[in-house]
């Protein structure tokens, strides 16, 4: 089914394109038949203002064609290039016919500065739409579709470089995996639907319940990570485990059930001895493999 304004924007853009023929055809008209011809003419400034008068033209066509982008820079920039058309259309007439000089200077200026004032709009519009529209891919390149957390693929990039800048400075941080226990048992017994309300109330406290230097993802499935720079191991530890109370106290209410949940956590800091990130999520691994045989709990691994 067609998107009613986006038609809407299609004949306000076929109207500019129509007026301009029309106008244009009108103007020869009035040329032939109530001008003078002059005497001689210049054949390079001729030929010059109708290149670019042709140029114009296209121009106008490029725009019209393109108009179902909904950005308004082909709406402000059809109008434009129209005026700047109108203006080489004076120019290039001039060359051929008897005109006051006064009315082409005035005229050719005023054409010039409207057009080319709305095509300042236009490109202003263009490149806040590109740049939107930049932030738009970005995000959905980056973060997790269902929960709005950071992707595996991104987070992965920020531990790199939290563990490249502790290589040369020597500081720490901490990762932490978490598991939701017995999710399976959610989603077999509730349907996946609620099992990713549950994801996306985890996430929210997620979100909120960290600084702005850390960073949350969705791990995988039902697990998440955190990333804490500038924390060791028995820090990262107290996080973790304000973050299980936290979910075991609550009551999730979901759009059918309410339902009460716990997590398990593994813990691990960098070591001055890892050789690569892989190292540190290994430990966070095994730490959440032992934390998950006794569920609701948090388990480190140093070394």
């Known amino acids: 089914m067609n998107n009613p304004k986006s038609n809407t924007s299609d004949t306000i853009q076929l109207n500019i394109f129509v007026l301009v023929v029309f106008s244009t055809v009108v103007l020869l008209f009035i040329n032939f038949f109530f001008y003078n011809f002059k005497d001689k003419f210049n054949l390079f400034e001729f030929f010059s203002d109708l290149f670019l008068l042709l140029t114009t033209f296209y121009l106008i066509y490029i725009t019209h064609k393109n108009s179902t982008v909904r950005s308004g820079f082909y709406y402000y920039t059809s109008i434009g290039f129209s005026f700047v058309f109108f203006s080489l259309l004076v120019l290039t007439l001039n060359n051929i016919f008897v005109y006051p000089k006064l009315v082409v200077d005035l005229s050719v200026k005023s054409l010039f500065l409207l057009g080319y004032s709305l095509l300042a709009i236009g490109v202003t519009k263009w490149i806040h739409y590109n740049e939107s529209k930049r932030k738009e891919l970005s995000l959905q390149a980056n973060t997790d ?3 709005g957390l950071l992707n595996r693929r991104s987070f992965t990039n920020y531990i790199k470089f939290e ?7 020597a500081t720490l ?4 995996i978490i598991d939701v226990d017995f999710f399976k048992r959610v989603n077999d017994e509730h349907g996946h639907l609620v099992g990713d309300e549950v994801l996306i109330k985890l996430a929210h406290i997620l979100k909120t319940g960290f600084r702005r230097s850390d960073k949350v993802s969705r791990w995988g499935g039902e697990e998440f990570a955190i990333l804490l720079p ?5 820090n990262a530890i107290n996080v973790a485990n304000k973050l299980r109370l936290k979910v075991a106290e609550q009551t999730f209410i979901l759009s059918t059930i309410e339902i009460n949940l716990t997590i398990s956590a593994g813990v691990s800091e960098s070591l001055t001895t890892d050789t690569d990130v892989d190292d540190i999520i290994k430990r966070a691994d095994e730490a959440l493999y032992l934390a998950k045989k006794s569920r609701n709990s948090v388990r480190s691994i140093k070394s």
């Open 163 to 169: 563990f490249f800048n502790s290589q040369r400075s």
């Open 145 to 147: 579709e269902l929960t």
């Open 230 to 234: 500038d924390t060791n191991l028995e």
């Open 173 to 176: 941080f901490s990762l932490i």
